[in-house]
């Protein structure tokens, strides 16, 4: 079954201070979507990054950078220089295909504070 | 840019009284969620719609949830009878070919407090 692991429950940085976020998944299918979602205080679910299981390619978009390697099931998530308004629950997800299933599959979410 | 939107924002309700939560999706959006986080937990999937049918629900949505497109825009969850534990942020979402192959794309969420 799928699983998504974000070990880290809680992180705790200073402003401009690059920052990691590390998230393991486990799956069976050949072909999966791996997900980041930003959930800031006011609790809405904002879409970060999606990306193929074909394509291990990492992303870098402004401060945030994703680093995908499938050969250890991780997906991790960088801020660099990280703000005050980056403090926001983050949630990894995976997709499950099989069987027609459509849904996602979160990760228990890792908090991120950054205080100035 | 398009978005989900989702009446109420919050709502409190009684235990044992009926609940519908109501959510527009993205008008050329298919497919239609609805996932819940219990405060301070993960997001779970409760079930997903396609094609005016339940494709698929978790073992969450039982006899006591539905969910329903009466309209052409409207997607519906109803919860016929609360209890204290379906307190919990109630998510919609949508997307246009599935979350396998597409951005699923996220409602503000409706708060539901059982008392």
């Known amino acids: 079954a799928q699983k998504v692991t974000q070990a880290q429950t809680e992180i705790s940085v200073v402003e401009k201070e690059d920052v990691t976020l590390d998230c393991v998944y486990e799956t069976r299918d050949t072909t999966y979507y791996l997900f980041w979602y930003k959930q800031p205080p006011s609790g809405e679910l904002v879409f970060l990054i999606r990306?193929?299981?074909?394509?291990?390619q990492n992303e870098i978009s402004g401060r945030y950078s994703w680093n995908f390697q499938k050969s250890t099931s991780s997906f991790n998530f960088t801020i660099t220089a990280s703000q005050v308004v980056d403090s926001a629950v983050y949630f990894c997800a995976l997709t499950q295909t099989q069987g027609g299933s459509e849904k996602l599959v979160f990760g228990k979410g890792t908090k991120l504070t950054v205080n100035p | 840019e398009p978005e989900v939107t989702q009446t109420p924002s919050h709502q409190v309700t009684q235990m044992g009284q009926e609940v519908i939560l109501r959510c527009v999706p993205i008008?050329?959006?298919?497919?239609f969620y609805w996932y819940r986080q219990i405060l301070g937990q993960k997001v779970e999937f409760l079930v997903s719609?396609?094609?005016?049918?339940?494709?698929?629900k978790s073992e969450i949505f039982d006899d006591q949830f539905s969910v329903e497109r009466p309209d052409g825009s409207n997607f519906t969850l109803k919860i016929r009878s609360t209890k204290l534990e379906d307190s919990a942020m109630y998510f919609c979402a949508s997307s246009e070919r599935g979350a396998d192959t597409g951005e699923l794309f996220f409602g503000e969420g409706s708060r539901l407090t059982v008392l």
């Open positions: 719609f396609y094609n005016n049918e339940i494709s698929e």
């Open positions: 008008s050329n959006h298919l497919y």
């Open positions: 990306r193929n299981s074909f394509d291990e």
